[in-house]
């Protein structure tokens, strides 16, 4: 059963930058797609980020491309979430989440989440 | 991107009451579309996807309907555990998205 745990979150100063870290167990993390969903206090989710089972493709949502990277270490089984240039509207819960389906480029069909973590809170406060 | 929108917002229903919930994308999703159950301070847990695919070990009382721009989630019989917050998303095309949600709370 697939078990994944985000870390990493925390109060973090407009502007800074800060790393999420999810690390996966219990399944063959190598052949998942990973994806990255958050949701701000009181709101819906978003999606922000995929990467691919080998980690050569990614794809983002509009609102994080050029600021959040997404990558992976297969042999340490851990998906990483690089957030720079932070702002206030970047507050939110970040899951990871976990698709054994994997990403194949931006004209494939996406997926629907089946495993996700338990969350990691990001506050961005001066 | 493809927008989802979702309605009501928010409901208050009884236990045993039936219970619909719909979903509408902005253009056709074939049936690439999933629906989640969200209880406060929890990850979200899918419970249909392709559109009335129920997960497995899930209640039959849950189901859903729909194709192209419209869908439907269906709670027969209202259980006490069944109150949360539902979303739908489109997986048809990236980026992925998520409709708004909506609150079912108690009468």
């Known amino acids: 059963q697939v078990h994944l745990v985000e870390s990493g979150g925390g109060v973090v100063q407009p502007g800074r930058s800060r790393r999420l870290s999810c690390a996966a167990s219990r399944f063959s993390f190598s052949s998942y797609g990973m994806h990255w969903v958050r949701q701000a206090p009181g709101k819906g989710l978003e999606w922000l980020a995929v990467?691919?089972?080998?980690?050569?493709?990614?794809y983002y949502a509009d609102s994080v491309k050029g600021r959040f990277t997404i990558s992976r270490d297969n042999p340490k089984n851990t998906l990483f979430l690089q957030m720079n240039s932070l702002s206030a509207d970047d507050t939110a819960l970040y899951y990871c989440?976990?698709?054994?389906?994997?990403?194949?480029?931006?004209?494939?069909?996406?997926?629907?989440?089946?495993?996700w973590g338990q969350g990691t809170l990001v506050t961005v406060s001066a | 991107a493809i927008r989802m929108t979702q309605s009501p917002p928010s409901l208050s229903a009884s236990s045993g009451d039936r219970v619909t919930i719909t979903c509408r994308a902005n253009q056709s999703i074939s049936r690439y579309l999933a629906w989640y159950q969200q209880k406060p301070g929890k990850a979200p847990k899918l419970l249909i996807s392709?559109?009335?695919t129920l997960q497995s070990g899930l209640p039959s009382r849950f189901s859903g309907s729909g194709s192209g721009t419209d869908f439907t989630l269906t709670i027969t019989s209202l259980q006490s555990e069944d109150f949360a917050t539902y979303s739908c998303?489109?997986?048809?095309?990236?980026?992925?998205?998520f409709g708004q949600g909506t609150r079912v709370e108690i009468k």
């Open positions: 998303q489109q997986y048809y095309s990236y980026p992925p998205t």
């Open positions: 989440v976990a698709t054994q389906e994997d990403y194949l480029g931006s004209e494939s069909y996406a997926a629907s989440f089946e495993s």
């Open positions: 990467i691919s089972s080998g980690g050569s493709k990614q």
């Open positions: 392709a559109a009335s």
